[in-house]
């Protein structure tokens, strides 16, 4: 029989030596890689016992995040994923700076309020030195706030006139964003959802939502850029509804736009279109820096038009940090990283290259969809490819189209799957998602949950890739169209019992060699 090979680790004194070096000679386990989980699981519920060196471990941390996507490859997220190295140092260096702490960084606060300035200019506020807002973490922390204030105002108001306040309701679209009924939910205010449809494009119809308004309604909040569609609400329309309505009831309802995506589409894009504070209704915004403002994330904006429109009873005041500091956001602490990435970007694109970049990001976007539509097999149920006058034959891609964000929502079409009922947007998805391309397939909004549609979100970090992705989308398609699934199946399932194959005979061999 062939004797076991000995390791030198069973020779207590090779044992001591190799394990309890000196602490101050550590070079010899840093290049071992995994020399502690070689022969122990790594602990996943529990922290470990003992100390490690960092070498091992940023190895055995890197390993596992390898296998996630290629940022570069996700054709399904809105929010960024790629900086200029400049500002990655730059942001670098606010790791540690805590943004809640106003006394200790007070430079961080002064690029912050100038961002707050920014944004106001750039949403039309009536004078950009009084708007107030703060930074968030994200979309869904701003609309929070921006649900508070018009719920503490309403309140506000009611009680003064004596009325009743304990029944408040907020209405908004079936096809809005999660966050919107988290803060009903969380904040016990009734929820009045607008059903969408085809006939609607999949977004609020000011003529629909004007039914479910009353007294008892703080305000609503309008999309603009639905996360399922890209389509932009219309909210100069819904002004014009509610001040006629005001005129007939006597009752003021205001509005928060969440322009979680499209805030930073509409003014460089389309400048024309009138949604911010240049109307008289709409009271506060948010928005998502780590979107189209093409920062990393964690950064979100809420701006209001002025400081009526943020009730005191939401501002608190505080003194333990070293001076009087005054705060209105959910949460605190915090990196000033974001903040330092968002400042950096305005002052580096300026109008100028935010406007070329959001214009190549449609361009790219309407190119891929009008490629779509032509091949026949696809309905486009997005506006990124629409043109405002449909009598337009002109050949460019920048003017005449309809606003919108740079998304392209498309189901295949049903007679293709009557007579291929295996080629399904689920499997395509799949089949895309193999090779490294994620692209979400997911039903519609409430009252047409029955349809289930592919989502292509075309961003300055993907740009790059969409010709590759372009022919491999068309490539595995028409695969699905000449080839059965079940076929298809059966290939895959070949080639990974194959490799499973491959694996474990490499695997005896190597153990009946040792």
Known sequence: MKQKRQSILDNDFYKDQILDIDKNNTEIVSLAYGSRFATENLPKNVIPEKSSEPKVISQLIEDQIKIEANPSQNMATFVSTWMEPECEKLMSQ?????????????MIQNIHKRCIGMLGHLFHAPDDQCVIGTATTGSSEAVMLGG?????????????????????NIVFGSNAQVALEKFARYFDVEVRMVPVDEETHFCLNPQRAIKYIDENTIGIMIILGSTYTGHFEPVEEMCKILDDYQRKTGIDIPIHVDAASGGFIAPFAFPELKWSFELDRV???????????????????????????????????LNYLGSVEYTFTLNFSRTSTTVIGQYYNFLRLGYEGYTSIINNCLINARRLALALEDLDYFNILCDVNKKINMDNNSNSLIKGFKPCLPVIAFEIKKKYKKNKPYVTEANLSKLLKIHGWIVPCYDLPPNEQNRTILRIVVSNTNDFFIKKFFLNFFFFFFFFIILSIYYFYVLLIANLNILNIIFYYRLEKVILKN
Not at 148 to 163: I, N, P, S, T
């Open 148 to 168: 508070l204030a018009l719920k503490w105002r309403w309140r506000k108001k009611r009680e003064e006139k004596g009325l009743d306040c304990s029944k408040p």
């Open 94 to 106: 606010a790791w540690s700076k805590n943004f809640a702490d106003q006394d200790c960084y007070p």
């Open 283 to 317: 009271h506060s915004i948010n928005v998502s820096g780590h979107k189209f403002g093409l920062v990393y994330p964690g950064i979100g904006w809420i701006l209001w038009k002025s400081q009526e429109f943020l009730p005191k009873d939401l501002i608190f005041r």
